[in-house]
């Protein structure tokens, strides 16, 4: 059981409930007169109420205190989960930030796809902490758009504007109009950071259709090209500034659909072109080396083994479709909860 001072108290008043409790039972057998007796059954009929109550309140403040340790065992579980393998996302994130330092400042454009199934969620939010060690000033930028929304200019931009404290037109607008806002965000952006800061903004959208064909070549040719064209200036007045745009597609989305030309690889970086970043399935090898590392089920009081181990690898592979990154989450969340729940 969780040690808990709360607990623990209530435990020693409880203990000393029954030490009284037992006494009166020893002075009603030496009562010699009806009144002490009646007194004394009195007392123990007080005394029967509030052991009741106090070992309700025991009872409570243990399953508080598991429930408690179950709660913070399954949020370090949760943020060790994506070192089971996003290395590939992880080593371009590094290069990026590495390249920044030695250039006095940064951008990258880059593209997680699929991610709804392929764990886009947990890789984000890893991407979010290693950045976040990175300096003192880190911004995120998250606009989330639902499977509903269409994924338009004018909606990315407003909800950067909300961001940023820029109000865009009340009235519908012309494309002059979009321009002209569109100019005060980077404007803003580029007044709002200071010496070392890392601005991530993370676009979310399942519109697969738009995103290719429309969305993107606005977006580079109107928006990110021209923000990265005025990073050396930004540097000079407050160097190691760093710009990431993520673009998480929930949805597949074919790279033949895109424009070649909008497009790098690491080989040829380029920071104004998108660069994909490569989502994959966990292989059951990885899963095995997680459960090692960060169940702590080889704990003495649990004793899991290394051939118990990978056999649970096993099964948790298989029974997450050969490895989706958020099946395997959730299959090894309720796994190694079961295992707690019975030791």
């Known amino acids: 059981m969780p040690s808990n001072p709360r607990c623990q108290i209530l435990k020693d008043s409880l203990t000393q409930l029954w030490e009284d409790y037992a006494a009166a039972y020893g002075q009603l057998g030496q009562a010699l007169d009806a009144v002490t007796r009646q007194r004394i059954k009195r007392q123990i009929e007080d005394l029967d109420i509030e052991i009741a109550e106090l070992d309700e309140k ?12 179950a709660q913070q065992r399954r949020k370090h579980l949760e943020s060790a989960i994506p070192k ?3 290395t590939e996302v992880f080593e371009t994130l590094a290069q990026i930030t590495e390249r920044a330092q030695a250039e006095q400042g940064g951008a990258a454009l880059l593209m997680l796809q699929n991610a709804h199934a392929m ?10 902490r290693l950045l976040s060690e990175e300096t003192s000033d880190f911004r995120h930028y998250e606009i989330g758009l639902t499977s509903g929304d269409r994924l338009d200019p004018w909606t990315v931009m407003r909800r950067l504007g909300g961001y940023l404290g820029c109000a865009p037109p009340e009235a519908e607008a012309s494309p002059l109009q979009l321009q002209d806002y569109v100019q005060s965000l980077r404007s803003t952006l580029e007044g709002s950071v200071q010496c070392g800061s890392i601005v991530l903004l993370e676009i979310r959208t399942w519109d697969h259709h738009t995103l ?9 040719r109107d928006f990110w090209t021209p923000l990265v064209q005025r990073l050396p200036d930004i540097a000079r007045k407050n160097p190691l500034v760093t710009v990431i745009c993520i673009i998480v597609a929930h949805t597949p989305v074919p790279m033949a659909d895109f424009d070649p030309a909008l497009q790098c690889c690491d080989d040829t970086f380029d920071p104004t072109k998108l660069l994909p970043l490569p989502l994959r399935c966990w292989e059951q090898v990885e899963i095995y080396d997680w459960l090692l590392r960060y169940s702590g089920l080889s704990a003495p009081e649990i004793g899991v083994e290394a051939a118990q181990f990978a056999a649970m690898a096993e099964r948790i592979y298989l029974a997450a479709g050969n490895g989706q990154p958020m099946s395997v989450r959730q299959a090894l969340l309720d796994a190694i909860e079961e295992y707690y729940n019975v030791h």
Do not use: D
């Open 58 to 69: 025991i009872r409570l403040c243990e399953l508080g205190a598991v429930q408690a340790t």
């Open 84 to 86: 089971i393998n996003f």
């Open 119 to 128: 764990g886009g969620e947990l890789c984000m939010g890893r991407v979010k």
């Open 212 to 220: 290719p064909t429309v969305f993107l070549p606005w977006f580079v």
